[in-house]
């Protein structure tokens, strides 16, 4: 089925839901206009619909293939990505001095957002490239930035991240890549990586590597992984891609879902590179890139979830089955409630992931450590409760389907298949939960408590307009509150078992929250009748799992692996 981007339902969300006006307040955004968002977001939807979605299943139906080690990309993806570069849809916040935009992350989120809805697997690509440039912007030397920069920006180079090793996955610091001092200012890079998507492709000029490797005198963990960038083709004097370095694609990993993106194994053997930034600051620098592709996950978990639940949507419009008023399995009660559901949840999870865009650019515009805060702590909500979101979402579709959601045919099995390793990479969400009820409550809870803070205030003042749902928004947020002041005085281990049902709680309650927004502004319409339906079935989960945090976390460690044992 054609696929429609949301471009009506995201402006409403800018509008009336995640505060966008702060950001066009500033000076640094002056000039992101209602007007020019709302252009920009259109004609991004349109290519979005008429380039990327046309391309979908062939991903799926026709995977990349390695041929005498050159990636062969599935068919149309050529023609799809020089349309999304020509748009410069990869460039969107990058600075204007290097040939970006420069418009603001919560443009870029909606945009990247829609382009997951269209096809995720060639969605990947420029997402990539967009934290690779953010990555050079703040960490490499003003050569490097000339170089590379343009070329990326323009599209005519991709790149990649290059961080997990067959013995390190989560635990980066345990890598065992390796880089040599060649004299000259270069580096000589030996080392495997695993799990590089769109390690390479037959569409681009140039594939540019950002590899964490470790010099030879450098202390072990974390602390001495630096970062070089490993180009496919080693630039000449001019800057054009001169001759081939030495790295290649071992293999393509045969995956779930993704077809379309190639994952590779990347084999690099004394490949010449360039330190990006410091010694021992390679992962300072690669966070940079992680963290922007986390809000970026999350929009992708969102995109696959809005793309699944248009599948469904159309099928039970369509499929007659039964009896009711409105002659389709659409009038049949338990599909109206999951439709409902999908729908509910995928403006949770959008709002959360603008509203965390919507921080990082006020941060970034101001400064002000407070929004760099908040950001820093709706990031893990953000990227866990979007990816959780698009798995769940594209499940329940399958589940609308019926049989033929099981039948490859239909298309509604793609969206589960290719989202599910969302929840997987840049962190599983067991970890970003992890982060969030332990680096990010360290202050104390004083981040979290701003946000309860807020969210009481403004449900305090709709009393008036929707005293029932203003009230079971107020009394979610006091509960939340009480639980955090608890968690906040446990032991750091302890709380880590309780992690994913908080992080769950909290995306509860703010969904609570930025559907309540929507009712004030949307009273009798469409808004108002899905947040009636959200804080009436689905807020009230946040008391099991509020449970769950408070349970015994010794009952949790008590049960042994032997107990475990099939």
């Known amino acids: ?41 259109t004609e991004a939807g349109k290519m979005c619909e008429e380039v990327m979605a046309p391309v979908q299943r062939n991903g799926d139906l026709h995977p990349a293939v390695l041929e005498n080690g050159v990636v062969r990309c599935s068919p149309g993806y050529a023609e799809a990505y020089r349309a999304i570069a020509e748009g410069g849809w990869v460039a969107i916040t990058a600075d204007p001095e290097y040939g970006g935009m420069g418009l603001p992350l919560t443009v870029a989120t909606a945009v990247n957002e829609m382009m997951s809805g269209a096809c995720l697997a060639l969605q990947l690509n420029p997402l990539l490239t967009q934290g690779q440039i953010e990555a050079l912007e703040h960490h490499a030397d003003e050569e490097m930035k000339a170089l590379y920069l343009p070329r990326l920006i323009s599209g005519e180079w991709a790149g990649t991240m290059n961080l997990t090793e067959p013995q390190a996955g989560s635990d980066v610091g345990a890598l065992s890549s390796r880089a040599t001092d060649n004299g000259d200012g270069t580096y000589a890079v030996t080392g495997q990586k695993i799990y590089i998507s769109w390690g390479d492709n037959d569409f681009v000029e140039n594939i540019c590597h950002l590899v964490l490797a470790r010099l030879p005198d450098a202390p072990a963990g974390t602390k001495g992984i630096s970062l070089f960038m490993v180009p496919k083709f080693i ?110 949840e995928i403006f949770t999870a959008r709002a959360i992931a603008l509203d965390c865009a919507v921080a990082i650019d006020m941060g970034r515009a101001t400064g002000e450590a407070e929004w760099q805060a908040r950001a820093a702590f709706l990031t893990p909500i953000a990227k866990a409760f979007g990816t959780d979101t698009g798995c769940e979402v594209s499940s329940m579709g399958v589940q609308v389907h019926g049989g033929m959601g099981y039948v490859e045919e239909s298309g509604a099995a793609q969206y589960y298949r290719d989202v599910r390793v969302t929840a997987i990479y840049e962190g599983t969400n067991g970890i970003q939960a992890m982060d969030m009820v332990g680096r990010k409550l360290m202050d104390g809870g004083e981040v979290a408590g701003r ?40 032991p750091m281990p302890e709380r880590f078992g309780t992690a994913v049902p908080y992080l769950r709680a909290f995306a509860r309650v703010l969904g609570g929250h930025y559907h309540l927004r929507a009712a004030m502004a949307d009273r009798d319409g469409a808004h108002g009748r899905l947040a009636r339906f959200y804080i009436t079935r689905l807020l009230p989960e946040h008391t099991g799992l509020l449970a769950h945090v408070r349970a015994e976390d010794a009952a949790l460690m008590a049960i042994s692996p032997d107990d475990l044992a099939a």
């Not at 809000?295 to 995109?303: D, S, Y």
């Not at 979830?305 to 099928?315: D, V």
């Not at 946000?451 to 107020?474: G, M, R, S, T």
Request: proline share 4%; charged share 20%; aromatic share 6%.
């Open 1 to 41: 089925m054609p696929y429609r981007a949301p471009v009506s339902e995201t402006c409403f969300l800018l509008d009336h839901v995640v505060g966008f006006s702060a950001v066009q307040a500033t000076e640094r955004f002056a000039e992101a206009t209602s007007d020019t968002v709302q252009a920009v977001l």
């Open 235 to 344: 630039p000449d004097e001019n800057g054009n891609p001169g001759v081939a370095n030495s790295l290649k694609v071992v293999s393509l990993e045969h995956k779930m879902g993704l077809h379309g993106s190639p994952t590779c194994v990347m084999s690099y053997e004394g490949a010449t590179g360039w330190m990006v930034g410091e010694p021992g600051g390679g992962m300072k620098a690669m966070f940079t890139m992680m963290n922007n592709a986390r809000l970026g996950v999350g929009g992708e978990g969102v995109g696959a979830a809005e793309g699944a639940y248009q599948h469904a949507l159309a099928f039970a419009n369509e499929r007659k089955q039964g009896k009711n008023p409105y002659d389709t399995i659409i009038g049949h009660a338990d599909v109206r409630r999951m439709l409902a559901t999908m729908k509910a």
């Open 451 to 490: 946000l309860l803070d807020e969210i009481e205030a403004e449900a305090e003042a709709a009393k008036a307009a929707l005293p029932d749902l203003a009230e079971a928004v107020w009394q979610a947020a006091e509960t939340l509150r009480e639980t955090t002041e608890w968690l906040v005085a446990r």
